[in-house]
């Protein structure tokens, strides 16, 4: 237990650095056709970004082969029905037959998440947001994380990012509202 907590310190003072880089990578691997829909989110009347917003989930899940989008779709669909086991086997394999798909390892994450794996779903998040920096929902997810543990300053920083990429992002704005009541987040 105390080697998984200095294990998530480091992890978590090395996303403080990645937090502080701005999540910049130069192995983003986005679509040229989810960053058109992306700016297209940004300036998207409120009525329109959840259909805008679909549409960016459903390009960035695109792998471009069959056999990842099944891997995709059954562990999804194990996760839905709450056997997480099930769903990280699938996102596992996933990941190693598709190691530069981000989607994979965003997927994990969840599954590492609600199977309460920390550690791992920090990692998974990592590479996630190093292959595709633009994923809001893996920022998001980084950032209730870094909540969870009492990285506040991180997390509302992290939420803000979120935001950044798409303004309608309700989980962001009201987790950044929320600190904000507590006084953490707050800009000058």
């Known amino acids: ?20 880089l701005g999540g910049v990578s130069f192995a983003q691997t986005t679509m040229p056709q989810a960053d058109e829909l992306l700016a297209k989110l940004r300036d998207a009347p409120a009525e329109e970004a959840s259909r805008i917003e679909r ?3 459903t390009a960035w899940a695109r792998s471009g082969s069959a056999s990842i989008d ?6 999804m669909d194990a996760l839905a029905a709450g056997d997480t086991p099930l769903a990280i086997e699938h996102f596992t394999a996933l990941t190693d037959h598709a190691p530069l798909f981000a989607e994979g ?3 994990r994450a969840q599954a590492y998440f609600r ?5 791992p779903a920090i990692d998974d998040l990592e590479m996630a947001l190093a292959l595709n920096p633009q994923q809001f929902n893996a920022i998001f997810g980084l950032g209730a994380i870094l909540q969870e543990f009492g990285s506040l300053p991180a997390a509302a920083t992290l939420y803000r990012r979120v935001l950044a990429i798409n303004p309608h992002h309700e989980n962001a704005q009201k987790a950044l509202d929320g600190l904000r009541r507590d006084g953490i987040g707050r800009t000058l």
């Open 1 to 20: 237990m105390v080697n998984h907590i200095v294990n998530l310190k480091h992890t978590v003072a090395a996303l403080g650095f990645w937090v502080l």
């Open 70 to 75: 099944l891997l995709l779709k059954r562990g």
């Open 55 to 57: 549409e960016v989930q």
């Open 115 to 119: 199977a309460d794996l920390y550690g």
């Open 105 to 107: 390892y965003h997927a």
